[in-house]
T-cell receptor
């Protein structure tokens, strides 16, 4: 999982609560990403960031928010507006245009 | 729009036999193509990529993939499967233009029996 950490590994949320998932990388990568993984649907892009203080919505951004105040960190907040947040969340980073994305170990979020 | 199809939800193969996991793609222009593997409750691990050059790409753990532009395919192969290869495999494509968003297929579960 090379240089990308995600915490916590498991997270339980009550309905109506906001929760924040942490993603930290020490690879000095500029670009960072958040994906959601649901069974049988592959990975879907939530948000991405190419540089500090800049981020863009992906395909399923509704109900989520992010910040990119430091190069190393790209936290994801799952808000109460996300109606079906139970999923496996993956953070990734990429060095430059030609390179692959490196993934963190993931956070499994369950809504109680 | 970019898209990736992995037509098989599951592939079963006996240990020692060759394996193929299929992937076809749709993208404007020339693609960047990737294969990743995922073990249960883990993140994705990079296996190999095609950027340009030789159509046969060799990657980690003895895997290789063949880029076929005319058939828009990028099938993953291994000459001799191991039980430890059992996992979920994802193909992904990236457009060379713009931000180059990665689009993933829905994944293929590989089961290698002893």
């Amino acid at each position: 999982d090379g240089g990308i950490t995600q915490s916590p590994k498991y997270l339980f949320r009550k309905e109506g609560q906001n929760v924040t998932l942490s993603c930290e990388q020490n690879l000095n990568h500029d670009a960072m990403y958040w994906y959601r993984q649901d069974p049988g649907q592959g990975l879907r892009l939530i948000y991405y960031s190419q540089i500090v203080n800049d981020f863009q919505k992906g395909d399923i951004a509704e109900g989520y928010s992010v910040s990119r105040e430091k190069k190393e960190s790209f936290p994801l907040t799952v808000t109460s507006a996300q109606k079906n947040p139970t999923a496996f969340y993956l953070c990734a980073s990429r060095a430059d245009t030609y390179n692959e994305q490196f993934f963190g170990p993931g956070t499994r979020l369950t809504v109680l | 729009a970019q898209s990736v199809a992995q037509p098989e939800d599951q592939v079963n193969v006996a240990e020692g036999n060759p394996l193929t996991v299929k992937c076809t793609y749709s993208v404007s222009g020339n693609p960047y193509l990737f294969w990743y593997v995922q073990y249960p409750n883990r993140g994705l691990q990079f296996l190999l990529k095609y950027i340009t050059g030789d159509n046969l790409v060799k990657g980690s753990y003895g895997f290789e993939a063949e880029f076929n532009k005319s058939q828009t395919s990028f099938h993953l192969k291994k000459p001799s499967a191991l039980v430890s290869d059992s996992a979920l495999y994802f193909c992904a494509v990236r457009d060379r233009r713009g931000f180059q968003k990665l689009v993933f297929g829905t994944g293929t579960r590989l089961l290698v029996s002893p």
